[in-house]
Every structure is written in structure tokens, then in C-alpha cells.
């Protein structure tokens, strides 16, 4: 079956489209998906629909990071990327991700932190090897356990992933 994709602000989901994307996150991250779409984040959703059935999903979202000492930069960061156990293997998670590696092109570059880098790595994706940082009001918390990939767009020229990155704090996952 093919899916159908729809790029989709969050301000313009539907009440039908926001219960979908609860439903599916919430079952496959085994947390209540609610809590991230109640947010105060304007999100752009990428649904992807098997009939009347949504059946694989991901987001974007704005965050500021900052490639060492160099000036903060626009980044789409990429999260609640799921697709339905049912419906895993048929190439849906990849086409859900490349469409939303082709309407990021105006940021600086994508970013996510990944449980799978090798899913992401096949689709494009690099990992960062620098060290991970986060600037909560003024102090600055290492955080050397996570894992984050970045992704290319025409506007990132040379990214050096040697370099430190340092993200924004916000009231949820670090990274
Ligand atoms: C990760 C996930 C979104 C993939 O969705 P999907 O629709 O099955 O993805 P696709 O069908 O496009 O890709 C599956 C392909 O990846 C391959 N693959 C599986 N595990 C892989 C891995 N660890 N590394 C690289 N490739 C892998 C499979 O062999 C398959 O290839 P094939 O289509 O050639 O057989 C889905 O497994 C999922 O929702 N997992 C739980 C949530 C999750 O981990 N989300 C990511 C959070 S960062």
C-alpha cells in the first residue's frame, strides 16, 4: 500500500489529526504523546497515511544551537519519529524522512538524537562527534551520554562535527 503524505503545521492540525499523531507516538514510545503536543512549540507535522489510517509520523521543530564559538545558528530539530509496529519494513519511516529532510532546506541544518544512528546515517544523516553542550540560563551543562546526528542542508556549508555543539535548554528531552 502506498502512503499518502501530509506536511502539516501544527496550529492547523485538525482535532481528527492531533488524536492520530497522539495515538501513534503514544503507542509506539510507550509515554503519553499528549504531554509533547500540549507544548507551547509551533511544530510542522509530516503525517503519513495508509488509507484513513495514520501509520508513520515525524516532526520538526525550531531550535537555536551553536557550532563552538560561532554565532547561533536555525535548526530543525527532528523528533517523534514513529512508524507503526504493524507497518514497520515497508519503507514508510524513510519516506516520512525524506520528506521532511526536503522542507527543512531553509534552516541551517536538521538535527536529532537518535536510538537507532544507523537508520538515520542510510538516509543521510551524520553523526556529531564533538562534545554535546546546553546553556541553561548561564551555565552550561555537558552532556557526553547522548547521541546526536546532524543533517546537511544547502544552507549549513562545511559543518565541522568535530567542533562542540551546544543547544538551548528546554523542559524536556536535552537533546
Ligand atoms: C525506526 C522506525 C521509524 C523505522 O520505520 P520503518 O517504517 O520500519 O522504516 P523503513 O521501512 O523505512 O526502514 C526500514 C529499513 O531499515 C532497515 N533497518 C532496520 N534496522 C536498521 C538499522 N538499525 N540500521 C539501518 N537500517 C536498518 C531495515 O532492514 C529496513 O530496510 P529494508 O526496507 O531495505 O528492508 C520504526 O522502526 C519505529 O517506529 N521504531 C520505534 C520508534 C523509534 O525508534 N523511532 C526513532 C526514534 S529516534
Request: net charge negative; glycine share 8%.
Amino acid at each position: 500500500m502506498v502512503i499518502e503524505l501530509h506536511t502539516v503545521p501544527s496550529s492547523a492540525l485538525t482535532p481528527a489529526q492531533t488524536d492520530d499523531v497522539i495515538t501513534l507516538c503514544s503507542e509506539v514510545f510507550r509515554l503519553d504523546y499528549a504531554f509533547y503536543m500540549n507544548l507551547d512549540y509551533e511544530r510542522v507535522h509530516v503525517l503519513g497515511y495508509a488509507g484513513s489510517r495514520l501509520v508513520a509520523h515525524a516532526l520538526w521543530l525550531t531550535r537555536r544551537l551553536r557550532i563552538g564559538a560561532g554565532p547561533w545558528l536555525t535548526a530543525a530539530d527532528v523528533e517523534g519519529v514513529a512508524t507503526h509496529a504493524d507497518y514497520r519494513g515497508r519503507g514508510y519511516g524513510s519516506a516520512v524522512m525524506r520528506r521532511v529532510q526536503q522542507e527543512i532546506g531553509d534552516f541551517d541544518l536538521g538535527v536529532l538524537s537518535p536510538s537507532r544512528a544507523d537508520w538515520y546515517e542510510r538516509l543521510g544523516w551524520v553523526r556529531w562527534q564533538g562534545p554535546l553542550y546546553i546553556l541553561k540560563d548561564d551555565a552550561v551543562l555537558v552532556t557526553p551520554d547522548d547521541c546526536v546526528l546532524v543533517y546537511r542542508t544547502p544552507r549549513s556549508g562545511d559543518l565541522d562535527v568535530q567542533a562542540s555543539l551546544t543547544g538551548e535548554w528546554r523542559p524536556f528531552e536535552l537533546w
